[in-house]
C-alpha cells in the first residue's frame, strides 16, 4: 500500500492550452486537484487568491507578468501557496532568480510529474 499522501489543489498557469490540459490531466492522474487555470500572471494572481491553491505551478514565460513576477505578488500574501516555476528552457538558465523568486524550486516541463512535484514539496 502506498504512503498516505493529503490530495494537494493546484492553480496552473501558462499561455499555452495545450500544455495546461497535459499538465491538468498528468497531475490529476497522480492524486492531485487541479483547481483551476490561468493563462496570463494578472489571472493568475486573481485565481490564486479566489481559489487559494496549496501549490501554484507557473510558468516563467507569461505574456503580461513573467513567472518570477507572479512569484513576488503571491509571496506578499500572508498565508502564500508554495509556488513551483516550469520552463522548457533549464533552470541554468535562470541564474539566482528561481531561488530569489520565493518559489519552491523549479521543474522543467519535460520532467513534470507527481512524482517530481511531490519530492519539491515535501
Do not use: C, W
Not at 490561468?38 to 516563467?60: H, N, S, W, Y
Amino acid at each position: 500500500m502506498p504512503p498516505f499522501r493529503p490530495v494537494r489543489t493546484i492553480l496552473i498557469v501558462d499561455d499555452h492550452p495545450t500544455f495546461r490540459r497535459t499538465a491538468r490531466a498528468l497531475l490529476e492522474s497522480e492524486g492531485f486537484d487541479v483547481v483551476g487555470e490561468a493563462a496570463d500572471g494578472a489571472a493568475a494572481i486573481e485565481a490564486a487568491a479566489a481559489l487559494q491553491p496549496d501549490v501554484v505551478l507557473v510558468d516563467v514565460y507569461l505574456p503580461d507578468i513573467d513567472g518570477f513576477g507572479v512569484a513576488a505578488a503571491l509571496m506578499k500574501n500572508g498565508r502564500p501557496p508554495a509556488i513551483v516555476l516550469t520552463s522548457s528552457r533549464d533552470a541554468r538558465d535562470f541564474g539566482p532568480l528561481v531561488a530569489e523568486s520565493g518559489a519552491r524550486g523549479f521543474i522543467p516541463k519535460a520532467e513534470l510529474s507527481g512524482t517530481t512535484l511531490s519530492a519539491l514539496l515535501e
